[in-house]
């Protein structure tokens, strides 16, 4: 079975400086990969993915993702943060064999000190 | 507007009772997820549909029930079987051939006392 790995589980950074949140996956092939972001108490917004094609992939909200298939990983940057970008982040493996269903890291919440 | 609608947002009930959360979207969606949410651990799903009058359990079905008679709803049934049913509950839906992007409802946070 496919799983995904966050090794971080709090980040923090300071307003205007880069992130850079990591994202490990286990899987035979290459599978769908995913970025949600949650803000507290609300559902999961998608901040971009990758289904194949060019491994740098641009999503919204000035967040960038690269997908490495040598090391497994879809770590998710952003080169200047924002007061707004604190929350929690979930990297996300969709594989279509398995019904298209999705499986989650246990997510990185991220804190944006002034 | 098109969306995922879950209600109610905030759920209260006694332990021993059922209760049924809603999910209803107007995506034109095939398939549809339930995932729980509790914290430190991610998402895990729960039960998913692919289409209407059919669905398959997830990782952690034990305790729970859904239906899916249309394919704009699909309720999910917390039953007393649960035996930690206090959580955050998010319902999702996809285009089911192909492109695996799922969209994700407000969610219902349930409590149980």
């Known amino acids: 079975a496919q799983s995904v790995t966050q090794p971080d589980i709090h980040i923090t950074v300071s307003e205007g400086a880069s992130l850079e949140l990591r994202c490990n996956y286990s899987y035979g092939a290459t599978p769908y990969l995913f970025w949600y972001v949650q803000s507290p108490g609300q559902g999961l917004q998608l901040l971009l993915k990758?289904?194949?094609?060019?491994?740098l992939v641009q999503g919204i909200k000035g967040f960038e993702a690269e997908f490495k298939r040598s090391q497994s990983s879809f770590n998710l940057r952003k080169p200047s943060v924002h007061w707004s970008d604190a929350a929690e982040y979930f990297c996300?493996?969709?594989?279509?064999?398995?019904?298209?269903?999705?499986?989650f890291g246990g997510g990185t919440r991220v804190l944006v000190k002034p | 507007d098109g969306g995922i609608t879950q209600s109610p947002k905030y759920l209260f009930r006694k332990e021993g009772q059922n209760v049924t959360l809603s999910c209803e979207q107007n995506?034109?969606?095939?398939?549809m997820y339930w995932y729980r949410q509790d914290p430190g651990q991610g998402l895990r799903l729960i039960y998913y549909s692919q289409i209407v009058n059919d669905f398959q359990k997830g990782d952690i079905a034990e305790g729970y029930s859904v239906s899916r008679e249309k394919k704009e709803s699909f309720p999910l049934t917390v039953t007393s079987a649960q035996k930690n049913p206090t959580a955050f509950y998010l319902c999702?839906?996809?285009?089911?051939?192909?492109?695996?992007?799922?969209?994700f409802g407000q969610g219902t946070r349930l409590t149980v006392v």
């Open positions: 990758y289904f194949s094609g060019d491994t």
């Open positions: 996300a493996v969709g594989i279509k064999a398995a019904g298209n269903k999705l499986t």
């Open positions: 999702a839906s996809s285009i089911n051939t192909g492109n695996t992007e799922a969209f």
């Open positions: 995506l034109n969606h095939d398939a």
